[in-house]
C-alpha cells in the first residue's frame, strides 16, 4: 500500500508542478488521463472546467472602522514632553494623509508607543490634571485602537488583497525560494501583530515594505487555491473511471497500473499545507471580531478543517484516488 501512496498521483500531480504559460497544467492532466485510459483499455475522459474560487470581500466588507481622533494643536503641544507633536503634523500634512496602509499601521504603532513610554514615565507627574487626564485618554483611544488598525492596515494593502486574485493560475513550477520569500512576508506581518502591544520591539519601516514587495509578486494564495480545485475536479474525474473499471472486471481479469515515483504529490501538499496555515494563523492571530465576510471567505476557501473547503475537499478525493488504484495490480 505505501508504493501505491508514493505513486498515486505520479503524473496527476505534475500538472500543478509544470509552467502554466501554454496551458501546461491542463495538459499535464491530459497526459495522466490519457495514461490511465490507455491502460485501463477505456475511452477518453471527459474533463469538466474546474471551478475558481471566489471574490475576496470588498473593501467595505473587510475593515473595521476607526473613529477618527481630534484634538487641538495647543492640546498636543502641551504634550510635547511626550514627543508626539511631530508625529502627529507627520500623520496630518498631505502626504501623511494618503500613505499606503502599510505607513499609518507603522505610524499608530510608533504613537501608541510613545504615549504608552509616556504615560508609565514621571512626565505625568509634571502635568496639570487636565493635560494628565487627556494623555491618559489618548492612550487608552489609541489602546483600544491599535488591533483594528492592525487588521485594516493588512486587509487595506493591495499587497495583500493581490495575493487572492482569481485572475491567478494553478501553482507551478514551485520555486522554494519564491515560496520562502512569500512565507518570510508573512511571517513578518505575523510579528508585527503578534508584537504591537510590546514596547520593546521596534518595527523598521524599509523591512516591511521590502516584505510586502515580495508578496505582491504573485498571488500565491489563489495560486495554491486553483491548484487543489484543479486536482480535485481531475481526480475526480479519474476517480469515476477507475470505480467504474473495478466494477467491470473480475479480479482475475483486471489490468494493471504502472508505477512511478515522484515527489509532485508531496511538494503539493505541502506547499499548500504551509501556505494556508501561515495565512490562516495570521487572520486568527488578529485581536478583532473579524468581518463576517472574511470569516465567510476564510471558512469556504482557506480553512484546513472544513471538508467543503479546497484543502478539505483535495484531501478527500486524493484518498479516495489512492484507495481505487490500490484495487489494480502493478505492472
Known sequence: MARWRNYSLTIALSALLAGCGNNSAEQQWQAYH??????????????????????FPERSERLIAIPETRDSLLNV?????CQIASLVAARNNQLGRVAPPSQQWLYERTLWQRLSACLNSDVPDQLG?????RLEQLTAIKTAQLPAVSWNAIFDSSEWVKSFSRASQPLTNVDDAAIAGQLDAIHYL??????????????????????????????????????LLLAT???????????????????NTKRCLSQRKSSSLERITSTAKQWLTAVNRLIDA??????????????????????EAPWGQFQQVRQAHEALRAHFPRC
Open 129 to 133: 490634571d487636565e493635560d494628565r487626564a
Open 190 to 227: 505575523q510579528q508585527m501583530t503578534d508584537h504591537q502591544f510590546d514596547l520593546d520591539w521596534q518595527q523598521d519601516s524599509s523591512t516591511l515594505e521590502n516584505h510586502l514587495k515580495n508578496l505582491q509578486e504573485r498571488p500565491l494564495t489563489g495560486e495554491v487555491l486553483r491548484a
Open 286 to 307: 488578529q485581536q478583532v471580531d473579524k468581518p463576517a465576510a472574511v470569516q465567510r471567505y476564510q471558512t469556504h476557501w482557506l480553512s484546513l478543517t472544513n471538508a
Open 233 to 251: 475536479q481531475r481526480l475526480t474525474e479519474a476517480n469515476a473511471v477507475l470505480a467504474q473499471q473495478n466494477l467491470a472486471q473480475k479480479d
Open 77 to 81: 503641544y502641551a504634550l510635547r514632553e
Open 34 to 55: 490519457q495514461q490511465l485510459t490507455d491502460e485501463l483499455a477505456q475511452n477518453d475522459i471527459e474533463r469538466t472546467e474546474p471551478i475558481n474560487i471566489g471574490d
